[in-house]
Structure formats: structure tokens, C-alpha cells
């Protein structure tokens, strides 16, 4: 494997490293303890070409490769994993109609994501299906008129009050069946420049094409506070046959598909949380001094940096391995995906928490990002699969 970066991605790089060190770090403090949702910044990334990056060319989309992918997510992590959760979701969303959608599929509803900064809600959690989505509840079933009516409630569901549109997994007849389908249901477009720019309460949304979608009050989250959350109740929303993607019998294929691509995008944020974690404790223990000695040059705290520096270097690695095996469609890549997405959650669970024990009683100050960071880093433990789910697939295949 070649670690030399191309021009194209270096390019990318320095791009997404300017927008971080001047659009988002200098105020990140700030807007997070306001718990505002950064459309400014979403609609600047989508300028940018930074958002939407697996919408296929052939609706005029960028079709980044997934080791760039993975290296622009990292670097938008550097700045704030609220905000690189919610842009990354579009491509959550979105990747199986790029996967499995036909070509009239993708002009429909990927085409608007490339003419417009809209953000797009990935449904799989249920309140009764969380690590298990085999057990959703929320179904298809088919009406008189031979259309389908969907009904059902999802959870935790990012960029939900922000939506433009929501891929669904849901059962198909009953919410018993064994059968899982995906489908595609879009709603009006909520934009950067709408007059109500924040969305505080729950709304509920009547379709053009019948039924409604209800979205709750967003959640207020420990932290990745820059990144929205709610819940999304559907009722008797009408599905037409061109908004169901691929087989309506194989999305739980196809939810495994989206996780391989993902999981190595979630373990983008984690090196990225890391990283920054360690940098900014290298930055405070060189400057403050105890004992006559600067922090870092004690050899018990030194020991404690090193340690961070190895699971940063470790977790890029094990990323990048499962970017390359999903690149490739290697027929092992799902073992690798979800290897990238533990140590990665673990290396940023660890700098984070060493880190702020390096800050001392300064890091448990709301006003010093390290605290932050803590925050910020549990979540990359949960979701898209929680640790042990990994460890379970893990475990499954080497077994
Ligand atoms: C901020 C945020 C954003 C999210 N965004 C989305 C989104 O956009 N779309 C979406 O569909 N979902 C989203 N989720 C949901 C997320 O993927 C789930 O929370 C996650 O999969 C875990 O499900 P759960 O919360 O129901 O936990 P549970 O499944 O109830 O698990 C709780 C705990 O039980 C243990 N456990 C579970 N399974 C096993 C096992 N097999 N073996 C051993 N122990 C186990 C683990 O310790 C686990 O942490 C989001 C969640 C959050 C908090």
C-alpha cells in the first residue's frame, strides 16, 4: 500500500485544513456552548466540494474515492465532530442509492444534493432496534391502489429537524416480517437562507404525496453539539414503486454495504478527535511548568504523550487499511471496517481523557476544549454499531 498522497488529495487536504484553522476552530468554543446548528458552515463546505462526496459523476457528483473520503472526514473531524457527523451523513444516506439505485433513482434523489446545500437523514435506529435493527417495527405495506404506506418511528436519527430527505429502512408487509426494504422518502427542501434558520421545537411535515412525517424537539446531547438529532415518526406516508431502492427484500444487504462504507468514515472522526486531542495537550504541557520543569518534560507525563502519539499513528493506520479494503470491495473489508471503527473510538476515548487529565483542573473547565473533546469522543464508541457489535463481526469471522 502507498502512503504517498496524490495531488488530487492533497489538494483536498490543504482545502479542508484552511476551512478547519479559519471557519471552524477560531469559534468552535463558542458555538458549540450555544448549541446552534452551523448551517453557515454546511452550506461553506458544500461550496467548497466538500460535502456529498460519493454522489456517482453520472448525476455530475464529485465520486471521491474512499481513502479521500476518509482523509477529508478525518481532517473535518480535526475541527469539530458535530459538524463532521452531520455533513458525513449525506453520504450515510445516500451511498445506497449511489450503490443499488437505477439511473432514474439517482437523478431524483441524489441530483438535488449536487445543485443545492441540503442535508439528508440516514433511518435505521428504532426506539426497540438499536444494535439489533433487525427488530425495527416501522414497515411498508401495500394499499389498495397498489401504492405503499409507511408507517413508523425511528430514533436518534442526525440532521433529522434539517432534512431534505430520509432513506428508511423498513419492514415490508408487517413489522414482523423478515423482509427489510429501503426506500427513499423526500420531503419540501429546508435551506442555509430559510427565514427560521434554528429549529428548536418538534415540526410536523404533510407530504405532497400523502401522509406526514413528525419530527421531535431536538435532543439535547452530552455532546457533538453542533450535530442535530431526533426522532422521526412516519404516518401512513405514500410510497411510490420509483422511491423503493433496489430488491425490497435485501436491505439488510444493503444496510451491511452502507455500514462497511461507513464504519471506516466514523473511524475518520475518531483519528480526527484524537489528533487534535493530543495536539492541543502537546501545546498546553509545553507551555506550563511544575516542579521547575515544563509538563511534557516529566517523564511520567512524557510516557503519557507518547502514548496518545501511538494510538493516533495506530488508529490512521488501521483507517486507512479498512478505507483501502472498501476501495478495493475486498470480500474482508467488513472485518477491517469495523477493526478501524473500535481502535479508532478507543484511540479517541484515550487522548481525550489523558488528555485532560494532562490539563489538570484547567481541562475540567468548560472554557478549555480538551473538556470538550471528552464529550465529543463517547459517542464514537456508539454509533454506527457499538464496540462490542464490532468485536461481535470481529469475532464472527475470524472464529
Ligand atoms: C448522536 C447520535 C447520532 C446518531 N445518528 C444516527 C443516525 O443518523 N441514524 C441512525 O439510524 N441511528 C443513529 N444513531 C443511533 C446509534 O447508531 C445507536 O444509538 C447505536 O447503534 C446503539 O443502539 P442503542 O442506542 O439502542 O443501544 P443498545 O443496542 O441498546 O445497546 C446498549 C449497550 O448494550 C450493549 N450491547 C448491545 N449489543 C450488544 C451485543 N451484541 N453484545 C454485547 N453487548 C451489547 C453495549 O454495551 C451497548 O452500548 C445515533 C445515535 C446518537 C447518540
Redesign the pocket.
Known amino acids: 500500500m502507498d502512503f504517498t498522497l496524490t495531488d488530487s488529495q492533497q489538494m483536498y487536504l490543504d482545502t479542508v485544513n484552511r476551512f478547519v484553522k479559519n471557519e471552524i476552530i477560531p469559534h468552535i468554543m463558542a458555538r458549540e456552548k450555544n448549541h446552534d446548528f452551523p448551517w453557515d458552515i454546511i452550506q461553506k463546505a458544500w461550496e467548497l466540494g466538500i460535502l456529498n462526496l460519493s454522489i456517482p459523476e453520472s448525476v455530475k457528483g464529485y465520486e471521491v474515492d474512499v481513502i479521500s473520503t476518509a482523509l477529508i472526514i478525518r481532517e473535518l473531524s480535526y475541527g469539530d465532530t458535530g459538524i463532521s457527523?452531520s455533513a458525513m451523513?449525506n453520504d450515510?444516506?445516500n451511498t445506497v442509492i449511489a450503490q443499488h439505485g437505477t439511473d432514474t433513482q439517482k437523478e431524483l434523489f441524489l441530483k438535488p444534493f449536487v445543485d443545492g446545500p441540503i442535508l439528508a437523514?440516514?433511518?435505521?435506529?428504532e426506539?426497540g432496534?438499536?444494535?439489533?435493527?433487525s427488530a425495527m417495527t416501522t414497515y411498508i405495506k401495500k394499499a389498495a391502489d397498489g401504492k405503499y404506506l409507511l408507517n413508523g418511528a425511528?430514533?436518534?436519527?442526525?440532521?433529522?429537524s434539517y432534512a431534505s430527505q430520509f432513506t428508511v429502512?423498513c419492514k415490508v408487509g408487517k413489522p414482523s416480517s423478515n423482509f427489510i426494504a429501503c426506500v427513499i422518502v423526500p420531503a419540501p427542501r429546508v435551506l442555509p437562507w430559510d427565514p427560521v434558520s434554528q429549529i428548536n421545537e418538534s415540526k410536523d411535515i404533510s407530504l405532497p404525496g400523502g401522509g406526514k412525517i413528525i419530527i421531535g424537539k431536538p435532543?439535547d446531547?452530552l455532546g457533538?453539539r453542533l450535530?442535530n438529532?431526533a426522532t422521526v415518526t412516519f404516518e401512513e406516508v405514500v410510497i411510490e414503486s420509483d422511491q423503493i431502492i433496489g430488491d425490497r427484500r435485501m436491505g439488510f444487504k444493503y444496510i451491511i454495504d452502507v455500514l462497511d462504507y461507513a464504519r471506516p468514515m466514523v473511524a475518520a472522526i475518531g483519528v480526527g478527535l484524537a489528533k487534535r486531542a493530543l495536539d492541543i495537550t502537546l501545546a498546553y504541557t509545553k507551555q506550563r511548568t511544575q516542579f521547575g520543569q515544563r509538563i511534557c518534560d516529566l517523564p511520567v507525563a512524557r510516557e503519557t504523550l507518547v502514548q496518545m502519539w501511538k494510538k493516533v499513528e495506530l488508529a490512521e493506520l488501521s483507517l486507512l487499511k479498512a478505507a483501502f479494503k472498501v476501495q478495493e470491495k475486498a470480500e474482508d473489508r467488513g472485518i477491517y471496517a469495523s477493526l478501524a471503527k473500535n481502535i479508532a473510538a478507543e484511540a479517541a476515548l484515550f487522548c481525550a481523557n489523558e488528555g485532560l487529565h494532562l490539563h489538570g483542573g484547567y481541562g475540567f473547565m468548560t472554557e478549555y476544549e480538551i473538556s470538550k473533546l471528552v464529550r465529543d469522543a463517547h459517542?464514537i464508541?456508539?454509533?454506527?454499531?457499538?464496540?462490542?457489535?464490532q468485536?461481535?463481526i470481529i469475532g464472527r469471522e475470524i472464529v
Open positions: 457527523t451523513c450515510l444516506a437523514s440516514f433511518c435505521l435506529t426506539p432496534a438499536g444494535s439489533d435493527n425511528k430514533c436518534f436519527i442526525t440532521n433529522a429502512f435532543e446531547k457533538q450535530s438529532t459517542i464508541d456508539i454509533y454506527e454499531g457499538v464496540r462490542e457489535v468485536n461481535m
